[in-house]
């Protein structure tokens, strides 16, 4: 059984470009969380979604940022005109029901805007 | 505002030796107080957690103490070995309709042979 698969690995972006990071849940998972790690911190909350549906995104930024957890395919998330500030890893973990003691980690996906 | 504080930011200790890593909360409805450890390139792996109607709770060389009245817990990693080298994360939440986990800061253990 896999486990969560987050890509790509490593992105490097350039100040104003746009930014996908794709995570696919575990086999039957349909809750799917996202954490941003700076550096020096631990991970902080950003977006709950189920599929089609965003529960609750309170610690997602208000600009720029947007996700998404469609029927079909990996969940998205989509930085739009990155700047040197977004440049964190960006980890995902699933569950298989609403419960946050339940989520298992992707490898996450190390961002850097130049 | 960091719900978990965590301490201290890094950790030697020689081998054999007994690590510990402490936690303190603010949030008195958490209820589930994870720990995490995270080896570079990698993503945090679950790796003992207890909740705060026991004091606590031993998993192999793994041990979680939890002190409700002072909202503190604790890692402790008996014999510690060079493979324990990581970052560990403590990390807190409401178990019941909850949605995120709250993480403290990480500490980056080194076991020294």
């Known amino acids: 059984n896999a486990g969560v698969m987050q890509n790509p690995r490593h992105l490097v972006r350039r100040r104003g470009q746009e930014a996908r990071l794709r995570c696919s849940p575990m086999?039957?998972?349909?809750?799917v969380y996202w954490y941003r790690q700076l550096p020096e911190e631990g991970l902080k909350f950003m977006v709950y979604?189920?599929?089609?549906?965003?529960?609750?995104e309170s610690g997602m930024p208000k600009e720029r940022f947007s996700a998404e957890f469609p029927k079909e395919g990996p969940s998205i998330l989509r930085i739009q005109q990155v700047v040197r500030g977004d440049s964190a890893a960006y980890f995902c973990?699933?569950?298989?029901?609403?419960?946050?003691?339940?989520?298992?980690f992707g490898p996450g996906t190390r961002l850097l805007v130049l | 505002q960091q719900q978990v504080k965590q301490s201290p930011q890094s950790l030697i200790v020689q081998k054999g030796g007994i690590s510990i890593i402490n936690c303190a909360y603010e949030?008195?409805?958490?209820?589930?107080f994870p720990w995490y450890q995270q080896f570079p390139g990698k993503g945090p792996a679950l790796l003992i957690a207890?909740?705060?109607?026991?004091s606590e709770k031993k998993e192999g060389r793994f041990t979680i103490s939890f002190n409700k009245s002072a909202k503190q817990f604790s890692l402790h990693i008996m014999d510690s070995q060079p493979g324990d080298s990581a970052t560990y994360f403590c990390?807190?939440?409401?178990?019941?309709?909850?949605?995120?986990?709250?993480f403290g800061t990480g500490t980056r253990l080194t076991v020294i042979p």
């Open positions: 949030n008195t409805a958490f209820d589930y």
């Open positions: 086999k039957g998972h349909s809750h």
């Open positions: 990390a807190a939440t409401k178990e019941t309709g909850a949605n995120n986990l709250f």
């Open positions: 207890i909740r705060p109607d026991v």
């Open positions: 979604l189920q599929k089609e549906n965003i529960i609750d």
């Open positions: 973990a699933s569950s298989p029901e609403t419960g946050a003691e339940t989520q298992y």
